[in-house]
């Protein structure tokens, strides 16, 4: 698995606003980690997100090897570069799991 600790060191580098880490949020990205994995990837948790957060944003990686090349792929798409990037969000939860070809990690972005 890749390192938490990492990950959101590098997420933050690439921020010209503060974010906090959020259990709640890592336990929300744990959570549908492994229903991605289980095809029972809810759609609506977004939605979910939305009766805690103002705000809310997810971006997914799917079979890094290492946190470096996942945060460079973020921000080489500006989807997900937006959303790492975005002022709207203050916390971040990271989950991580594995699926039958390598690996998933779930990045959820939220504002109370």
Do not use: W
């Not at 503060?18 to 890592?26: D, G, H, N, P, Q």
């Not at 029972?40 to 997810?58: P, S």
């Not at 079979?63 to 570069?81: G, R, V």
């Amino acid at each position: 698995m890749l390192s938490t600790t990492t990950l959101l060191a590098l997420i933050i580098a690439t921020r010209n606003s503060e974010i906090k880490y959020s259990e709640y949020l890592e336990t929300q990205a744990n959570n549908a980690c492994v229903k991605m994995v289980k095809r029972e990837h809810n759609k609506k948790l977004l939605t979910k997100l939305t009766d805690r957060y103002i705000f809310a944003g997810e971006n997914l990686g799917f079979d890094y090897d290492d946190e470096n090349s996942l945060i460079d792929a973020f921000m080489n798409s500006e989807k997900h570069k937006k959303i790492q990037t975005s002022k709207l969000y203050n916390e971040i939860g990271i989950g991580q799991c594995k699926n039958p070809a390598g690996k998933t990690t779930v990045f959820l972005y939220g504002r109370k």
